[in-house]
């Protein structure tokens, strides 16, 4: 599997750029902003991007999607509870961040355990609501995972945004994230991966 992760944008959203080694057929997870230098690497990586997958509907993780949509033509997945806040300057909370923006409407919306294939490799769809409603983790290979903004390095997603719900979300950590085996790799919205085994015994949010 290529695995490909780097920060984009005023707020540091990573980006990752997830691709099949044999075929070269690839996923991007949350173009947030600038969109031509994700396109960039996408050509130095030689990769042919077929699906662009949000993990929510926020500014920060859909800023560079009509950039990279248009640079790739991939098709663009989203839970269906977010696909409502690509075209809904309000709900993406752009409008209280910068110019109101208006995104590329979902070609697929997606839902719990759904699977997403890109040559030899696949992706599963876990819906992780709190932090939105429509918010997923996406699960790829034996041993990782992209968590979007429900868990960080030693925190988690805020829940004060629309939709948002602190139980709910340490409740899909807890019940759907932390399940997996402690070697399990975790690449966040934001900041520093991590692993299932260091967030269950060193997160303050989810050791009580
Ligand atoms: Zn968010
Ligand atoms: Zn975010």
Redesign the pocket.
Known sequence: MILDGFSVGAIDSNCYLVGCEETKEAVVIDPGAEGKRILKRIESLGLKVRYIVL????I??IGGLDEVQRGTGAKVLIHAEDADMLTDAGKN?SVYVGPAAKMHTADQLLKDGDIITFGKETMEVIHTPG??RG?ISLKCGPDVIFS??TLFAGSV??SD?PGGSHSQLISSIKKKLLQFPPETKVYP?HGPATTIGTEKRYNPFLIY
């Open positions: 993990t929510h509907g926020h920060d993780h909370l932090h939105t918010g979007g903004d997603g805020r945004f919205g």
